[in-house]
């Protein structure tokens, strides 16, 4: 059956880009891997600190105290912000620390760009990052208070 509803596009490119993520991830392994609990530490765990309260290493060397990770649903209304979470880490929702949207402070990892070489990917890359993002979002959702 061919999907002629538009609307399920994108959805369908970020479920394929979530399963090509998990794809590439050892059989053997596959349980124990937290894709986005790898992301924040290689990502956001040196400003954010490792469990999101805002006193990760490079603290003292930033000029603004970076977000307590861990208070993002108490400050709204007991409710996680997902989409401004999502907007933050793909630059939608500028945050001055996280660097001008050229050059954010985690590189690249979470915008989508086509290759430079010219060669089409064998994914679809913006469905890559769309994972990316969704399960960085799901990790700081977990880093709530209760």
């Not at 949207?101 to 590189?107: F, H, L, V």
């Not at 690249?108 to 290759?115: D, Q, T």
Request: glycine share 8%; hydrophobic share 40%.
């Amino acid at each position: 059956m061919i999907l002629q509803n538009r609307l399920w596009a994108r959805p369908l490119s970020v479920l394929a880009g979530v399963a090509l993520a998990c794809a590439t991830v050892p059989a053997a392994s596959q349980s124990s891997v937290d894709y986005g609990k790898q992301l924040y530490r290689d990502n956001c765990a040196v400003c954010h600190g490792p469990e999101g309260k805002g006193d990760g290493p490079y603290r003292p060397y930033l000029t603004k105290d970076p977000a307590d990770l861990t208070v993002l649903s108490r400050m709204n209304n007991g409710v996680f912000p997902v989409s401004r979470v999502y907007q933050v880490i793909d630059g939608r929702w500028e945050v001055g620390a996280h660097g001008p949207r050229e050059m954010p402070i985690w590189g690249y990892a979470y915008v989508f760009r086509p290759p430079d070489n010219g060669l089409a990917t064998p994914y679809e890359m913006e469905a890559v990052v769309r994972a990316r993002i969704l399960a960085l979002v799901e990790y700081v959702s977990r880093l709530q208070a209760r």
